[in-house]
């Protein structure tokens, strides 16, 4: 019964009508923070905005689980690898989302540069699949654009935009991904703390506002917090390095839904 109920609350959240499916945006807001800032992006910083790679002077990558308010079948799986050249960094981001039976997962190849000292701008093109028990499955290709400009060593302001042409759920059909753009800027207060917003508006949905701040205790130990306005969701973390790796333990708050728990891995070369 349990399983039943999952299958139509999962349909309900990305089917927006009998003539059009709507990607809903599943990446957990905990990962993206980091795009708006310098010295605190990390290999998920590109999942927000894709300049964000620019910033990525180490090889880094990790990887991101969550149990969606304690639900096996609404659990979240992200990765993210970041490979920095001379002729600008590149990066592969993965997400997979839901169980057998109803799922959706997309991955995505991303490149970031720099255009001077104070403007970044990256690209992503993206495979995009959805699989709905009853429905059958639908697939697509898309990609996403992005710009960070950092306007003095405190103040950094992006843009993104992901599927600005409306690319189509199998080719021929009306179905078709919704464009989503997002408007965000970081502050720096200092090498230890930021905070971040942006807002976020999603093709036929309301505008959401996300926010969030971290603050690092000597290097070793990070808390984040922030909130979704979207999806009336509050989030905090606490991570600790060793050496190479990072390692948080996260969890957000719905007031009706309960609490997704969640665990971050990261990694990054040292120089």
Do not use: C, W
Not at 27 to 47: C, E, L, R
Not at 211 to 230: I, L, N, P, T, W
Not at 257 to 270: E, M, Q, V
């Amino acid at each position: 019964m349990i399983k039943i109920a999952l299958s139509i609350l999962f349909s309900l959240t990305i089917i927006h009508s009998a003539a059009q499916i709507s990607r809903i945006p599943v990446s957990s807001i905990y990962t993206k923070i980091g795009a708006y800032t310098k010295n605190h992006s990390d290999a998920f910083s590109m999942q927000a905005n894709q300049a964000a790679l620019a910033e990525i002077n180490s090889l880094s990558g990790g990887i991101y689980g969550e149990k969606r308010f304690m639900l096996n079948d609404l659990s979240l799986y992200q990765m993210s690898f970041a490979l920095p050249t001379q002729s600008g960094s590149f990066g592969i981001a993965g997400t997979y989302f839901g169980n057998k039976e109803n799922n959706e997962k997309e991955i995505g190849f991303a490149y970031g540069r720099k255009l001077g000292n104070r403007v970044s701008v990256g690209a992503q093109f993206n495979y995009y699949a959805i699989d709905v028990a009853g429905y059958g499955s639908a697939s697509s290709i898309n990609f996403e654009a992005a710009m960070l400009l950092h306007v003095n060593e405190h103040v950094h302001v992006g843009i993104h935009v992901y599927n600005p042409a409306g690319a189509a759920l199998n080719k021929g059909e009306e179905e078709k991904l919704p464009s989503i753009y997002n408007i965000g800027v970081g502050y720096e207060a200092s090498s230890r703390f930021f905070v971040s917003a942006e807002i976020e508006k999603m093709e036929e949905y309301p505008v959401s506002v996300n926010g969030g701040m971290q603050y690092a205790f000597e290097d070793k130990m990070f808390a984040r917090v922030g909130f979704a306005s979207g999806s009336s969701l509050y989030y905090f973390g606490f991570g600790v390095a060793l050496q190479s790796f990072r390692i948080d333990a996260t969890a957000s708050v719905h007031p009706q839904l309960g609490i997704t728990p969640g665990i971050l891995l990261l990694f990054k070369k040292k120089d």
